[in-house]
């Protein structure tokens, strides 16, 4: 199993951008898929998760700003990002929890994809 990370960049304050993230392999079901973030010298944290039947929780600092979802079909997880800060700055992860079978479940994290909020 493999996570594909893109849509990263380099954005002014106030704009915005689409992540993705498709995984690949051997998956039999996708249960909780999410985004994480780590910016430098800070820990990594929750930014947005999505569960299979589409219940969402997000970070406090991105609550009316950033909007998950997911493409079942597509195995694929989304993260719309508006009214971006320079705080926003880091480095995002995608994180699946996939069953290759009806009874092995674990988490896959993604390569992260860089996110630069500057003017």
């Known amino acids: 199993v493999q996570l594909q990370a893109s849509g990263g960049g380099l954005v002014q304050p106030g704009g915005s951008l689409r992540l993705s993230c498709a995984a690949s392999?051997?998956?039999?079901?996708?249960?909780?898929m999410g985004w994480y973030r780590q910016a430098p010298g800070k820990q990594r944290e929750l930014v947005a998760a999505?569960?299979?039947?589409?219940?969402?929780n997000y970070a406090d600092a991105v609550k009316g700003r950033f909007t998950i979802s997911r493409d079942n079909a597509k195995n694929t997880v989304y993260l719309q990002m508006n009214s971006l800060k320079p705080e926003d700055t880091a480095v995002y992860y995608c994180?699946?929890?996939?069953?290759?079978?009806?009874?092995?479940?674990?988490?896959?994290w993604g390569q992260g994809t860089l996110v630069t909020v500057s003017s």
């Open positions: 994180k699946d929890t996939i069953f290759s079978d009806p009874w092995d479940g674990r988490d896959y």
């Open positions: 392999g051997s998956i039999f079901m996708i249960t909780a």
């Open positions: 999505i569960t299979s039947g589409g219940s969402t």
